[in-house]
């Protein structure tokens, strides 16, 4: 299938561009002359929203849940059009992306240990085996183990459940006592294939430590095995047993000395599950009056929540142009151009139904973005899917943009019956 762009510079093979990144990747693509190729699921790619489809010169239609054949099609597609580099926007492809890069000897990532990148038990021993430092956790698969694991009261109170494999906070519950414990970790099982693509998950769950304190991300682009730091950016959840994002601020307010350790710590989790030629999004969580930053988690890609957008907005640097030319093996362009500040704000609804009015303000120096639309179902607020819309702001200096941020959710108005 042979779709849009022209001849151009470098082509690079994304893999499963349908992510929240997307629309980043297909920017940076054209800023830097690039020809991008897509791989991904016949079905799904004519589900794509035009702007995305006719981003991709051609596309590679495979089965991306089938390790082996994907790879068999992705290589001839690699190699019959001289692609240069390959990148994964969807998570749970990211060790597909890396087994590829190797596969037609493109820099990529250490297709060893590619997996601790998707899989938390798998990334909990890969912390350990490079001494850093993270929250304790056990494994268990069922809820009668988690009880066990309780009981012991090596974990303490409260408790962290969470599946093996998934993202977007889905199935992540922070626990008060033995009570909560049982549907907790139903919740982290639930999971048992990721769809769109119907990709089988590792259904056991963990059971970690709660760190209390404030969160942060930070991501580092790796080229030829050299970490280079990005902004840190300060996170906003809410409070309870499900801890959905709010809202991102960048620049993220933290004095410089810690800043600094944020970005190496970040960058030590990025080589420890094997990011060689590619990007980290790593989330740390800081406890009141610490200076070591504890790592919760981190995947081989480019952020989700519109990350990409925060950071360039505050700081100029445009993360998925650094992550492309990594891909390539080039020096990626990760020197900030300014110093202004920007946040997001997600509105979330009260409780899940049906969406029947959404209003949101206009305001200068911020502008908003709908998720869901009047008509839709609105998931219960368990996670990052009940999200309703967005608003951006942006100003001189990080209380403003959070002031402009914070009254033009407050004043948004959402009816949900």
Not at 29 to 47: E, M, N, P, S, V
Not at 116 to 128: C, D, P, S, V
Not at 193 to 203: E, M
Request: proline share 7%.
């Amino acid at each position: 299938m042979t779709f849009g762009a022209g001849p151009r510079g470098p082509g690079v093979l994304v893999i499963e561009p349908m992510g929240n990144a997307g629309r980043f990747l297909v920017e940076a693509a054209d800023q830097l002359g690039l020809r991008l190729y897509a791989a991904t699921h016949k079905d799904i790619y004519d589900g794509y929203p035009g702007w995305l489809r006719s981003a991709f010169a051609e596309v590679c239609a495979t089965d991306l849940t089938d390790t082996q054949r994907a790879l068999r099609d992705m290589e001839v597609f690699c190699r019959h059009r001289a692609v240069a580099g390959v990148a994964a926007c969807f998570e749970l492809f990211t060790p597909l992306a890396a087994l590829l890069a190797e596969r037609v000897g493109l820099p990529g990532n250490d297709p060893l240990l590619a997996w601790a990148a998707r899989n938390k038990i798998l990334m909990g021993e890969a912390f350990a085996a490079a001494r850093i430092t993270a929250p304790r956790w056990a494994v268990v698969h069922d809820a009668a183990e988690a009880h066990q694991v309780a009981r012991s009261h090596e974990l303490g109170w409260p408790l962290v459940v969470k599946p093996a494999e998934q993202g977007g906070s889905w199935g992540v519950s922070v626990v008060d006592g033995p009570d909560q414990l049982t549907c907790a970790v139903g919740a982290a099982q639930q999971y048992t294939h990721a769809f769109p693509h119907g990709l089988k998950l590792d259904t056991r769950a963990l059971v970690q430590e709660y760190i209390p304190g404030e969160e942060y991300s930070c991501e580092t682009v790796v080229a030829a095995g050299v970490a280079y730091p990005l902004p840190i950016v300060r996170k906003d959840t809410t409070e309870g047993r499900y801890r959905i994002e709010t809202g991102h601020t960048c620049p993220s307010g933290l004095a410089s000395p810690l800043a600094r350790t944020v970005q190496h710590t970040a960058a030590r989790a990025a080589l420890a599950v094997g990011v060689r030629n590619g990007i980290a999004h790593t989330e740390v969580k800081i406890p009141p009056g610490a200076e070591t930053p504890y790592v919760i988690e981190t995947g081989a890609r480019l952020p989700g929540d519109n990350l990409c957008e925060i950071v360039e907005a505050a700081t100029g640097v445009r993360e998925a142009v650094a992550y492309l030319q990594a891909v390539l093996g080039r020096v990626p362009d990760t020197v900030a151009s300014r110093t202004d500040a920007a946040t997001i704000r997600f509105l979330l609804p009260e409780r899940g139904g049906v969406l029947r009015r959404v209003d949101i303000p206009e305001t200068p120096g911020t502008h908003s973005e709908l998720h869901l639309r009047p008509g839709e179902t609105v998931p219960e607020p368990a996670d990052s899917a009940c999200r309703i819309g967005h608003v951006v702001a942006r100003a001189a200096t990080v209380d403003h943009a959070r002031e402009l941020a914070d009254q033009v959710a407050a004043h948004s108005r959402v009816e949900v019956s």
